[in-house]
């Protein structure tokens, strides 16, 4: 399984960005998929998951600004980000684990090579 990410760049602060990642395979649509993120000199840190059923997490940070989601006829994955902050600022990676539903970074086995997103002014 190979992940490619995309959609990154740079935007100022109240400004959106959409991530898109495709994944080969043919089991896309049976598998969690999730997005992380790691800031410079920062540890990997959850941004939102999706589920093989659709049902999404996010954490706190991002709840009510980022939207998850995926179209399995195209084996995509996006991340809507609104209300970006320079905190957002990082390498944003894709995702996929062999499970159906992931919760725990280790649960995924699968990575894209990242796309790192800027917010400044």
């Known amino acids: 399984v190979q992940l490619q990410a995309s959609g990154g760049g740079l935007v100022q602060p109240g400004g959106s960005l959409r991530l898109s990642c495709v994944a080969s395979g043919s089991r896309f649509s049976i598998m969690a998929v999730g997005w992380y993120r790691q800031a410079p000199g920062k540890q990997r840190e959850l941004v939102a998951a999706i589920d093989s059923g659709g049902s999404t997490n996010y954490p706190d940070y991002v709840k009510d600004r980022f939207t998850i989601s995926r179209d399995n006829a195209k084996n995509t994955v996006y991340l809507q980000m609104n209300s970006l902050k320079p905190e957002d600022t990082g390498v944003y990676f894709c995702?996929?684990?062999?499970?159906?539903?992931?919760?725990?970074?280790?649960?995924?086995?699968?990575w894209g090579q990242g796309t790192l997103v800027t917010v400044s002014s």
């Open positions: 995702a996929l684990s062999g499970r159906s539903h992931a919760r725990y970074v280790y649960e995924y086995d699968y």
